[in-house]
């Protein structure tokens, strides 16, 4: 559950009934949905069934409403306060990560009975654009330790793996995804990381190391992409859950241009022991779980990059009405008012191609395309929103002080995480030759 303290301080009249997660269990409190999909899906895919009257993307859960409530104030209370001083020493204060397990966010999907708040995903991409819109940095911990670590175990786990992972990844332990390496980016299924089964047959033994790897400075789970058999290319490439104490190394923490706070580290895992039933779905069927979940990760990004347009804008336009000069706020001056409505204009359609991507995914329709395209968008628009922001505060937006200059660099790697701005668009080409040729 969200923390029943944190809303009991911010939603003092709530009633009983809308402590617990709605979304995902009744039809009738649902507020908003597409069409009803002619696409049918794998029912456990579906977490929110399509109903017939179309409404607009502006349309929430009560629980919904109450996660961008909730992460607002924390995100402004608790963590605003501490954003300088953490991009400055270029770490994350451990009382903003125990306070997202506290609040319920390191569960968002997570079933309740696993120790998680079982809220939708487009309450995950809430929750992710709210901690963005004031600190990018927290935002990429929360998200990936919810949309791919979490997910990856909870749509591919089986229960024991559920059981044994997903609480404690719901309550204390961060987690970390580990794909990428140093010859394998963007072509990702290029990894050289090995697992041979050992003569035991009880055992995977994997050699490699994997590179600029989030939250791996604070990360006690690792889900872990190895080839088992790299005579078979990708169709040998495996996942596997695995703890830091089995033998995970962090070689080196990455000095980085933004988000500095989240660390980003090489790791080496040299004759790490994995037991065999910590293969997470199929031995070779890695890949096909790679590329599932990067496709729904995407959206939480494109959700980093519009709450952080978002914090951006709102910094730079409250600052120009109330600067002054040629004896009024500069603000009110007509090149500069029609700079902040075009901006609001395109962050509130990267927002909406962002939840429009979210609910076609939880209602079990094909959403690859349109995830690739709020990633690609967002990502475009939050560093316009991030470099007209700088300007609009003038000197005082080059300087550390105002923390505008901070989302501008953190802006950058949207364009590069979890497929690259290139990727995105080779994605949404391909579709559209099979649509006109
Ligand atoms: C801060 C940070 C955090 C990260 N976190 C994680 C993490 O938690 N887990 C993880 O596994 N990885 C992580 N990554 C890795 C990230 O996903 C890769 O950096 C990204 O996929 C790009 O790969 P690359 O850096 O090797 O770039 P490359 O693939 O070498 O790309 C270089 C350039 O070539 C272009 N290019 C490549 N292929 C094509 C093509 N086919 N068509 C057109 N252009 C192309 C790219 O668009 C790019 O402009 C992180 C990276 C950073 C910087």
Redesign the pocket.
């Known amino acids: 559950m969200l923390s029943k303290a944190l809303k009991a301080a911010h939603f003092p009249r709530t009633s009983r009934s809308s402590l617990y997660p709605i979304a995902l269990r009744s039809n009738a409190r649902l507020t908003r949905s597409f069409y009803a999909s002619p696409i049918p899906r794998a029912a456990n895919e579906i977490t929110r069934p399509a109903i017939d009257t179309p409404l607009s993307l502006w349309n929430f859960t009560e629980e919904e409403e109450m996660v961008r409530e909730t992460v607002r104030r924390y995100a402004e209370d608790v963590i605003g306060p501490k954003v300088r001083e953490m991009d400055e020493a270029e770490k994350m204060d451990p009382a903003v990560v125990q306070g997202l397990f506290d609040n319920g966010l390191m569960g968002i999907e997570t079933p309740a009975d696993l120790g998680g708040s079982e809220a939708s995903f487009t309450s995950a991409i809430i929750a992710v654009e709210e901690l963005a819109r004031v600190d990018p940095s927290v935002a990429?911990l929360c998200d990936?330790h919810n949309t791919?670590v979490n997910s990856v175990l909870r749509m591919y786990g089986n229960d024991h793996i559920k059981e044994r992972w997903l609480p404690d990844l719901a309550t204390s332990k961060v987690g970390?995804?580990?794909?990428?390496?140093?010859a394998?980016?963007?072509?990702?299924f290029a990894l050289q990381t090995t697992a041979k089964l050992d003569k035991s047959g009880d055992f995977y033994v994997v050699n490699g190391s994997?590179?600029?790897?989030?939250?791996?400075e604070q990360a006690d789970t690792f889900v872990l992409?190895a080839n088992v058999k790299p005579e078979d290319g990708y169709r040998g490439i495996t996942c596997f859950i695995l703890s830091k104490d089995m033998g995970v190394q962090i070689v080196k923490k990455?000095a980085?241009l933004?988000?500095k706070a989240?660390s980003?580290c090489v790791l080496a895992f040299d004759d790490v022991k994995i037991p065999k039933e910590n293969v997470v779905g199929e031995v070779g069927k890695g890949y096909k779980i790679a590329i599932e979940i990067l496709n729904e990760g995407r959206i939480g990004i494109a959700a980093q990059m519009v709450g952080l347009a978002q914090g951006a804008f709102e910094k730079g336009i409250r600052y120009a009405y109330d600067r002054k000069q040629f004896g009024k706020p500069v603000g009110d001056f007509q090149g500069m008012a029609f700079q902040f409505a075009e901006v609001a204009t395109e962050i509130e359609a990267a927002r909406l191609l962002t939840y429009n991507a979210a609910r076609l995914k939880e209602e079990g329709r094909p959403f690859l395309v349109q995830a690739a395209q709020a990633k690609w968008y967002a990502s475009v628009i939050a560093q316009k929103a991030a470099g007209q922001a700088i300007e609009w505060c003038g000197g005082n937006g080059f300087v550390r002080d105002t923390g505008v200059e901070k989302y501008w660099r953190d802006s950058k790697?949207g364009?590069?995480?979890?497929?690259?701005?290139?990727?995105q668009?080779?994605t949404i080409s391909r579709w559209l030759k099979k649509q006109y040729t």
């Open positions: 990429v990936v791919l970390s995804f580990c794909l990428s390496e140093p394998a980016g963007s072509d990702a994997k590179c600029w790897i989030s939250n791996s992409f990455e980085k933004g988000i989240s980003t790697i364009a590069i995480y979890e497929g690259t701005s290139n990727i668009l080779e």
